[in-house]
């Protein structure tokens, strides 16, 4: 997480943005394409069986367009796997 926040920091995001992330659902901080964003990336990380739901998925289709979606969705889906790679190897 460190790492994250010092590279958003070193991008300009601010510390308020940073520390209301754990509440965006309800945070005045983040804008609908945001929040649309930042749901999906919960949906897909924590798919345990079968699909993301199609409620999930519709949320996206005001704010982004296919391709968008789909590099969004790999993004998501590389930080994922880093981030089991890492759990796997104790870091």
Not at 43 to 63: E, F, K, M, Q, V
Not at 65 to 82: D, R, V
Request: proline share 1%; glycine share 6%.
């Amino acid at each position: 997480m460190d790492t994250h926040a010092k590279a958003l920091h070193a991008r300009g995001e601010s510390q308020e943005r940073l520390d209301a992330l754990a509440g965006w659902q309800v945070s005045e901080h983040f804008d609908d394409s945001e929040r649309a964003a930042l749901r999906w990336a919960e949906a897909l990380t924590n798919i345990r069986h079968g699909h993301t739901s199609d409620d999930d998925y519709t949320c996206l289709l005001p704010h982004f367009n296919e391709e968008e979606i789909s590099e969004l969705t790999m993004a998501i889906a590389g930080m994922n796997g880093l981030n089991q790679l890492a759990i796997a190897m104790r870091q």
